[in-house]
């Protein structure tokens, strides 16, 4: 599958973890941006929306679920996985509820991240396609 068109936007407070998850997604052919936080997440969807977030749950100031409300609200078509920590799948099942395309617990496994933005992105085309 050619993964140049996808658009995604990895957000997580944890710079390290999510730098290289970055490093690994573009190991991939899967280029990403990267926002820290709640506030930068919404900021990059409105200036170019992705197809697919990859949203931490647990953050300081704006939590994920938040920013999973704000981006399904005004933009419905794109989607997200939650990222949970261990024992957090409360957040992760109500982050569903909420819209989000699934959620995955940390650690993360790379390959099965990328198998689940495969079948986000094709939800996301789909969306669009019906728009």
Same mark, same amino acid.
């Given at each position: !599958?050619?993964?140049? #068109?996808? +658009? %995604?936007?990895?957000?997580?407070?944890?710079?390290?973890? %999510?730098?290289?998850?970055?490093?690994?997604?573009?190991? /991939?052919?899967?280029? $990403?941006?990267?926002?820290?936080? &709640?506030?930068? $997440?919404?900021?990059?969807?409105?200036?170019?929306?992705?197809?697919?977030?990859?949203?931490? %749950?647990?953050?300081? &100031?704006?939590?994920?679920?938040?920013?999973? /409300? @704000?981006?399904?609200? +005004? @933009? #419905?078509? %794109?989607?997200?996985?939650?990222?949970?920590?261990?024992?957090?799948?409360?957040?992760?099942?109500?982050? !569903? /509820?909420?819209?989000?395309?699934?959620? !995955?617990? +940390?650690?993360?496994?790379?390959? $099965?991240?990328?198998?689940?933005?495969?079948?986000?992105?094709?939800? $996301?085309?789909?969306? /669009?396609? !019906?728009?």
């Amino acid at each position: !599958m050619d993964r140049s #068109p996808w +658009k %995604v936007l990895l957000v997580d407070d944890e710079q390290q973890f %999510v730098s290289t998850l970055a490093e690994r997604l573009e190991l /991939r052919g899967i280029a $990403a941006r990267v926002a820290y936080n &709640g506030d930068q $997440a919404l900021e990059a969807v409105e200036i170019d929306a992705p197809n697919i977030i990859v949203l931490d %749950v647990i953050m300081p &100031g704006m939590k994920g679920l938040e920013v999973l /409300r @704000h981006v399904k609200a +005004k @933009h #419905p078509e %794109v989607q997200v996985i939650l990222l949970t920590g261990q024992g957090a799948t409360r957040d992760g099942i109500e982050g !569903m /509820r909420l819209g989000a395309f699934d959620y !995955m617990i +940390k650690p993360l496994d790379i390959e $099965a991240l990328v198998e689940k933005m495969e079948e986000a992105y094709n939800v $996301a085309l789909q969306a /669009r396609n !019906m728009e």
